[in-house]
């Protein structure tokens, strides 16, 4: 069975992007070491810290699908079609974006319009025994007070 994770990178002030929704310098980090590696799907080239490969190379090959949010999907543009993780999303919305859906039929994404809980059980079944990662600052507060918190595993 599948672990559902919240994950976030944030600042040690407690930021997680800015007013626009930009980044800025949190993901600095993935350009600021010595030893080069690309992502699952081969669309970017990141540079850390030998601590922080060996970190990311278990960490990513851990995760079997990802839950987000329609805004961090928005503002991602929906990745182009392929997350950098080369994994199945599920993204939780009121409204499918049909045109977005349409121009990119092949892409490994769900858009689930029956709350956090249904994302979570499609997630898991996809995964199988990987884990399922929920990221996105106002999925998380969503999630984290919906009756499927209380259910999640805590390991």
């Known amino acids: 069975m599948s672990?559902?994770?919240a994950q976030a990178?944030?600042?040690?002030?407690?930021?997680?992007?800015?007013?626009?929704?930009?980044?800025g310098r949190l993901f600095d980090w993935l350009q600021n070491g010595e030893v080069e590696?690309?992502?699952?799907?081969?669309?970017?080239?990141?540079?850390l810290t030998a601590q922080s490969a060996e970190h990311w190379r278990g960490w990513v090959s851990s995760v079997?699908?990802?839950?987000?949010?329609?805004?961090?999907?928005?503002?991602?543009?929906?990745?182009?079609?392929?997350?950098?993780?080369?994994?199945?999303?599920?993204v939780v919305t009121h409204q499918i974006p049909t045109d977005w859906v349409d121009a990119h039929p092949?892409?490994?994404?769900?858009?689930?319009?029956?709350?956090?809980?249904?994302?979570?059980?499609r997630a898991k079944e996809l995964a199988g025994d990987r884990a399922v990662i929920v990221g996105g600052g106002t999925l998380l507060a969503n999630a984290s007070t919906s009756d499927c918190s209380t259910r999640?595993?805590?390991t």
């Open 3 to 5: 672990k559902v994770i």
């Open 9 to 23: 990178i944030m600042s040690l002030d407690g930021y997680i992007a800015k007013q626009d929704n930009s980044i």
């Open 37 to 47: 590696l690309s992502d699952p799907a081969g669309k970017m080239t990141i540079h």
């Open 64 to 90: 079997g699908a990802l839950i987000c949010g329609r805004t961090l999907f928005d503002v991602a543009d929906g990745w182009n079609g392929q997350h950098n993780f080369d994994v199945p999303i599920m």
């Open 106 to 121: 092949d892409a490994p994404f769900t858009f689930v319009t029956e709350g956090v809980e249904a994302a979570v059980a």
């Open 152 to 154: 999640w595993p805590s």
